[in-house]
């Protein structure tokens, strides 16, 4: 057992604490309108651009390796897929209202 001089802290020194109570403070806390609000699932057409934008990195990946094993009609139809896969994510992340701008560009 120890003596009660082992266990009095020195001057100065603070024991460390173990659990501490949390502090809730009125003010920092915001009120429910300003929290972060769930994130909600991503609509049909943000998920099938989402998909499209996978088509076109696999196909950006597929012609470097055409390229690499010197096959040029492989590496132009997977630059093509690439490019038409991007097209139709921008056109699906347009909108029906987007469209006709993008079109026009």
């Not at 057992?1 to 109570?21: D, N, Y």
């Not at 040029?72 to 896969?85: H, K």
């Amino acid at each position: 057992m120890r003596s009660p001089q082992h266990t009095k802290q020195p001057q100065g020194e603070a024991q460390l604490t173990l659990v501490s109570a949390p502090e809730v403070v009125p003010e920092k806390i915001a009120p429910a309108a300003v929290r972060r609000r769930p994130r909600t699932r991503m609509g049909r057409n943000e998920r099938m651009a989402e998909r499209l934008d996978m088509i076109a990195i696999q196909a950006d990946r597929d012609a470097a390796a055409a390229v690499m094993a010197h096959d040029d009609v492989t590496a132009r139809e997977m630059l093509e897929r690439s490019q038409a896969a991007r097209k139709a994510a921008s056109l699906l992340r347009a909108g029906p209202s987007g469209v006709r701008d993008l079109l026009a560009s």
